[in-house]
Nanobody, 123 residues
Framework: QVQLVESGGGLVQAGGSLSLSCLAS????????TAWFRQAPGKEREFVAV????????LYADSVKGRFTISRDNAKNTVYLQMNSLKPEDTAVYYC????????????????WGQGTQVTVSS
């Protein structure tokens, strides 16, 4: 089992920045992949960014490319999401998730999920 705990959400004005953290504990798989997803009220959960643990390879959704940066500190079992130039449409609950199968944007592949952290961007 892997436990994931997100932190760092909050309220910010448009154009501002926030940094989210995802701490993993429990059994960790060598080479597992961690991603961030988000879900706004009334909308489906959508992929945001993903990073492979052993290579650091990243992939971003087009809507956040150039504004968000995903990174990881393997020694701390933590994945980060730095969010800059935030827009009101970035408002959502942000979840981190992990899987041992590889890089994918499909939420159904991810085995473990955190509880989510709210990000609200005011206009």
């Amino acid at each position: 089992q892997v436990q994931l705990v997100e932190s760092g959400g909050g309220l910010v004005q448009a154009g501002g920045s926030l940094s989210l953290s995802c701490l993993a504990s429990g059994r960790t798989f060598r080479g597992y992949t961690t991603a961030w997803f988000r879900q706004a009220p009334g909308k489906e959960r959508e992929f945001v960014a993903v990073i492979r643990r052993n290579t650091g390879t990243t992939l971003y959704a087009d809507s956040v490319k150039g504004r968000f940066t995903i990174s990881r500190d393997n020694a701390k079992n933590t994945v980060y999401l730095q969010m800059n130039s935030l827009k009101p449409e970035d408002t959502a609950v942000y979840y981190c998730a992990s899987n041992s199968q590889g890089m994918t944007t499909a939420a159904s592949v991810y085995d473990y999920w955190g509880q989510g952290t709210q990000v609200t961007v005011s206009s």
